[in-house]
Protein backbone atom coordinates (compact mmCIF):
# COMPACT_ATOMS: atom_id res chain seq x y z
CA UNK A 1 0.00 0.00 0.00
CA UNK A 2 1.57 3.28 -1.35
CA UNK A 3 1.63 6.06 1.60
CA UNK A 4 -0.25 9.08 0.61
CA UNK A 5 2.21 11.37 2.47
CA UNK A 6 5.66 11.65 2.67
CA UNK A 7 7.82 12.94 5.18
CA UNK A 8 10.83 13.49 3.95
CA UNK A 9 12.51 16.05 0.93
CA UNK A 10 12.32 14.03 -2.21
CA UNK A 11 15.54 13.05 -4.69
CA UNK A 12 13.93 12.66 -7.76
CA UNK A 13 15.65 10.76 -10.89
CA UNK A 14 15.08 9.50 -13.73
CA UNK A 15 15.85 6.25 -15.81
CA UNK A 16 14.35 3.29 -18.35
CA UNK A 17 11.78 1.16 -16.77
CA UNK A 18 13.20 -2.40 -16.35
CA UNK A 19 12.17 -5.72 -16.03
CA UNK A 20 12.02 -5.51 -12.19
CA UNK A 21 9.87 -2.91 -12.25
CA UNK A 22 7.02 -5.16 -14.02
CA UNK A 23 5.03 -5.68 -10.57
CA UNK A 24 5.09 -2.08 -9.09
CA UNK A 25 4.44 -1.01 -13.06
CA UNK A 26 1.27 -3.14 -12.95
CA UNK A 27 -0.25 -2.35 -9.71
CA UNK A 28 0.04 1.36 -10.18
CA UNK A 29 -1.52 0.83 -13.67
CA UNK A 30 -4.35 -0.54 -12.07
CA UNK A 31 -4.25 2.14 -9.23
CA UNK A 32 -4.43 5.09 -11.49
CA UNK A 33 -5.93 4.18 -14.64
CA UNK A 34 -9.79 3.17 -15.12
CA UNK A 35 -8.68 1.12 -18.11
CA UNK A 36 -7.38 -2.43 -17.75
CA UNK A 37 -3.93 -3.51 -19.72
CA UNK A 38 -2.87 -6.81 -20.98
CA UNK A 39 -0.11 -8.60 -19.25
CA UNK A 40 1.63 -8.30 -22.67
CA UNK A 41 1.50 -4.56 -22.97
CA UNK A 42 3.49 -4.60 -19.06
CA UNK A 43 5.83 -7.17 -20.53
CA UNK A 44 6.58 -4.84 -23.53
CA UNK A 45 7.37 -2.15 -21.42
CA UNK A 46 9.98 -3.48 -19.57
CA UNK A 47 11.35 -5.59 -21.94
CA UNK A 48 11.55 -2.66 -24.07
CA UNK A 49 9.89 -4.55 -26.58
CA UNK A 50 8.56 -1.87 -29.54
CA UNK A 51 8.23 0.50 -26.21
CA UNK A 52 10.26 3.49 -24.96
CA UNK A 53 9.95 4.07 -21.29
CA UNK A 54 11.01 6.08 -18.53
CA UNK A 55 10.67 5.72 -14.93
CA UNK A 56 10.65 8.51 -12.07
CA UNK A 57 11.93 6.77 -8.40
CA UNK A 58 12.66 8.75 -5.24
CA UNK A 59 16.49 7.99 -4.38
CA UNK A 60 15.41 9.90 -0.64
CA UNK A 61 13.32 7.30 0.05
CA UNK A 62 13.35 5.02 2.71
CA UNK A 63 13.36 1.49 3.73
CA UNK A 64 14.92 0.38 0.81
CA UNK A 65 12.51 1.74 -1.81
CA UNK A 66 15.12 3.97 -3.47
CA UNK A 67 14.80 2.24 -6.67
CA UNK A 68 10.90 2.09 -6.80
CA UNK A 69 8.73 3.36 -9.50
CA UNK A 70 6.74 6.95 -8.36
CA UNK A 71 6.11 7.76 -12.06
CA UNK A 72 6.15 6.64 -15.29
CA UNK A 73 5.64 7.48 -18.80
CA UNK A 74 5.40 4.48 -21.96
CA UNK A 75 5.55 5.64 -25.59
CA UNK A 76 5.65 3.67 -29.10
CA UNK A 77 7.15 5.41 -32.28
CA UNK A 78 4.70 4.95 -35.81
CA UNK A 79 4.92 5.76 -39.08
CA UNK A 80 3.76 9.30 -39.45
CA UNK A 81 1.42 7.86 -43.00
CA UNK A 82 -0.29 5.01 -40.99
CA UNK A 83 -1.16 7.30 -37.69
CA UNK A 84 -4.44 8.56 -37.38
CA UNK A 85 -2.58 12.13 -37.07
CA UNK A 86 -1.53 12.31 -40.80
CA UNK A 87 -4.37 14.49 -42.03
CA UNK A 88 -3.30 17.00 -39.43
CA UNK A 89 0.10 16.84 -39.59
CA UNK A 90 1.97 19.09 -42.68
CA UNK A 91 5.47 16.59 -43.43
CA UNK A 92 6.61 15.71 -46.57
CA UNK A 93 4.19 12.44 -47.72
CA UNK A 94 7.07 11.55 -50.04
CA UNK A 95 9.61 10.67 -47.51
CA UNK A 96 8.14 7.25 -46.18
CA UNK A 97 10.37 6.86 -43.04
CA UNK A 98 8.72 10.26 -41.21
CA UNK A 99 7.47 8.88 -37.26
CA UNK A 100 5.70 9.76 -34.41
CA UNK A 101 6.03 9.46 -31.21
CA UNK A 102 2.62 8.18 -29.27
CA UNK A 103 2.72 8.75 -25.53
CA UNK A 104 0.51 5.51 -24.44
CA UNK A 105 0.18 5.94 -20.64
CA UNK A 106 1.65 8.55 -18.36
CA UNK A 107 0.96 8.84 -14.67
CA UNK A 108 2.53 9.82 -10.93
CA UNK A 109 1.47 8.25 -7.54
CA UNK A 110 -0.43 10.15 -5.14
CA UNK A 111 2.13 11.14 -2.86
CA UNK A 112 4.44 12.59 -5.46
CA UNK A 113 1.69 14.76 -7.46
CA UNK A 114 2.39 18.57 -8.05
CA UNK A 115 6.23 18.20 -7.72
CA UNK A 116 6.82 18.66 -11.81
CA UNK A 117 7.19 14.80 -11.87
CA UNK A 118 4.68 14.23 -15.06
CA UNK A 119 6.43 17.70 -16.52
CA UNK A 120 9.84 16.03 -16.58
CA UNK A 121 8.71 12.36 -17.54
CA UNK A 122 7.12 14.24 -20.85
CA UNK A 123 9.96 16.44 -21.30
CA UNK A 124 12.01 13.54 -21.86
CA UNK A 125 9.55 12.31 -24.58
CA UNK A 126 9.97 15.12 -26.25
CA UNK A 127 13.93 15.09 -26.02
CA UNK A 128 13.78 11.72 -27.38
CA UNK A 129 11.54 12.47 -29.95
CA UNK A 130 13.60 15.77 -30.96
CA UNK A 131 16.46 13.60 -31.67
CA UNK A 132 15.14 11.67 -34.11
CA UNK A 133 15.42 13.63 -37.42
CA UNK A 134 12.68 12.08 -39.43
CA UNK A 135 9.96 12.91 -36.25
CA UNK A 136 7.68 15.18 -36.76
CA UNK A 137 5.76 15.27 -33.02
CA UNK A 138 4.59 14.46 -30.24
CA UNK A 139 0.66 13.27 -29.75
CA UNK A 140 -1.59 11.73 -27.06
CA UNK A 141 -5.08 11.01 -26.43
CA UNK A 142 -7.01 12.16 -22.82
CA UNK A 143 -10.18 11.56 -21.45
CA UNK A 144 -12.49 14.71 -21.64
CA UNK A 145 -12.83 14.83 -17.98
CA UNK A 146 -9.28 14.84 -17.19
CA UNK A 147 -8.92 18.44 -16.40
CA UNK A 148 -5.44 18.23 -14.95
CA UNK A 149 -3.73 16.71 -17.38
CA UNK A 150 -5.37 18.68 -19.81
CA UNK A 151 -4.26 22.04 -17.58
CA UNK A 152 -0.54 20.42 -17.99
CA UNK A 153 -0.85 19.58 -21.57
CA UNK A 154 -1.85 22.96 -22.79
CA UNK A 155 0.99 24.60 -20.48
CA UNK A 156 3.06 22.79 -22.49
CA UNK A 157 2.36 23.78 -25.13
CA UNK A 158 1.02 20.99 -26.80
CA UNK A 159 -2.03 21.82 -29.42
CA UNK A 160 -5.73 19.86 -29.06
CA UNK A 161 -6.24 19.28 -32.37
CA UNK A 162 -9.54 17.38 -32.21
CA UNK A 163 -12.14 15.88 -30.01
CA UNK A 164 -13.21 11.83 -30.39
CA UNK A 165 -16.64 11.47 -29.17
CA UNK A 166 -17.18 8.11 -27.68
CA UNK A 167 -13.10 7.04 -27.98
CA UNK A 168 -13.12 5.15 -25.01
CA UNK A 169 -15.32 2.64 -23.59
CA UNK A 170 -15.33 2.44 -19.67
CA UNK A 171 -17.44 -0.12 -18.02
CA UNK A 172 -19.87 0.10 -20.58
CA UNK A 173 -19.95 4.03 -20.87
CA UNK A 174 -18.69 6.06 -23.78
CA UNK A 175 -16.50 8.72 -22.68
CA UNK A 176 -14.77 11.59 -25.36
CA UNK A 177 -11.43 11.83 -25.67
CA UNK A 178 -8.84 14.98 -26.70
CA UNK A 179 -5.99 14.50 -28.84
CA UNK A 180 -2.98 16.82 -28.38
CA UNK A 181 -0.28 17.09 -30.67
CA UNK A 182 3.13 18.63 -29.50
CA UNK A 183 5.29 19.52 -33.21
CA UNK A 184 9.18 18.85 -33.34
CA UNK A 185 11.76 18.98 -35.89
CA UNK A 186 9.94 21.71 -37.85
CA UNK A 187 6.52 19.47 -37.85
CA UNK A 188 3.33 21.48 -38.02
CA UNK A 189 -0.18 21.34 -38.27
CA UNK A 190 -1.44 21.85 -42.13
CA UNK A 191 -3.24 25.50 -41.34
CA UNK A 192 -4.45 26.28 -37.79
CA UNK A 193 -7.81 28.37 -38.15
CA UNK A 194 -5.33 31.48 -37.31
CA UNK A 195 -2.94 30.90 -39.83
CA UNK A 196 -5.84 30.69 -42.40
CA UNK A 197 -7.27 33.86 -41.01
CA UNK A 198 -3.97 35.64 -41.45
CA UNK A 199 -3.19 34.74 -45.03
CA UNK A 200 -6.71 35.83 -46.09
CA UNK A 201 -6.31 39.11 -44.17
CA UNK A 202 -2.54 39.48 -45.82
CA UNK A 203 -4.29 38.68 -49.08
CA UNK A 204 -7.03 41.09 -48.88
CA UNK A 205 -4.95 44.37 -47.96
CA UNK A 206 -2.50 42.92 -50.98
CA UNK A 207 -5.68 43.02 -53.25
CA UNK A 208 -6.69 46.70 -51.99
CA UNK A 209 -3.29 48.10 -52.33
CA UNK A 210 -3.06 46.73 -56.10
CA UNK A 211 -6.92 48.14 -57.32
CA UNK A 212 -5.52 51.52 -55.45
CA UNK A 213 -2.20 51.72 -57.12
CA UNK A 214 -4.03 51.32 -60.48
CA UNK A 215 -6.42 53.34 -59.51
CA UNK A 216 -4.16 56.11 -58.94
CA UNK A 217 -2.36 55.79 -61.98
CA UNK A 218 -5.01 55.70 -63.55
CA UNK A 219 -6.28 59.26 -62.31
CA UNK A 220 -2.98 61.25 -63.35
CA UNK A 221 -4.02 60.16 -67.07
CA UNK A 222 -7.66 61.53 -66.47
CA UNK A 223 -8.25 64.25 -69.31
CA UNK A 224 -7.78 67.67 -67.94
CA UNK A 225 -10.26 70.61 -68.80
CA UNK A 226 -7.89 73.84 -68.80
CA UNK A 227 -9.73 77.55 -68.52
CA UNK A 228 -9.61 79.37 -71.76
CA UNK A 229 -8.98 82.68 -70.86
CA UNK A 230 -10.63 84.52 -73.90
CA UNK A 231 -13.99 83.01 -73.58
CA UNK A 232 -13.81 81.99 -70.07
CA UNK A 233 -14.95 78.44 -71.06
CA UNK A 234 -13.90 75.17 -71.02
CA UNK A 235 -12.27 73.46 -73.88
CA UNK A 236 -11.08 69.79 -74.82
CA UNK A 237 -7.23 69.48 -75.09
CA UNK A 238 -7.91 66.18 -76.48
CA UNK A 239 -10.46 63.90 -77.96
CA UNK A 240 -8.98 60.95 -77.10
CA UNK A 241 -10.82 59.31 -74.64
CA UNK A 242 -9.19 57.36 -71.51
CA UNK A 243 -10.70 54.29 -70.54
CA UNK A 244 -9.38 53.01 -66.91
CA UNK A 245 -9.26 49.27 -66.21
CA UNK A 246 -9.07 47.85 -62.85
CA UNK A 247 -8.15 43.89 -62.32
CA UNK A 248 -9.18 41.84 -59.31
CA UNK A 249 -6.43 40.30 -57.75
CA UNK A 250 -7.10 36.77 -55.91
CA UNK A 251 -5.98 34.16 -53.63
CA UNK A 252 -6.26 30.37 -54.39
CA UNK A 253 -6.16 28.52 -51.38
CA UNK A 254 -5.13 24.39 -51.17
Known amino acids: MVSLKISHRPTICYRPIQPSDLEIL ?7 FPI ?6 FENVV ?14 RPNGRSDELIGFVTARI ?4 DSEIADLLRYDSSKVDQTLVYILTLGVIDAY ?13 IKYASSIPVCRAVYLHVISYNNPAIHLYK ?9 LHGFYLINGQ ?29 CMKTGLKSVAAKLMKNKEKM ?20 TIKTECSGCEYV
Open 36 to 41: RYESEF
Open 113 to 125: RNLGIATALIREV
Open 47 to 60: NGRDIVSWAAVDRS
Open 155 to 163: KMSFKCVQR
Open 174 to 202: HYDSYLFVYYVNGGRSPCSPLELATVIVS
Open 78 to 81: VLAK
Open 26 to 32: EQIHSDL
Open 223 to 242: VKWPKCRETRGLISTQNKRT
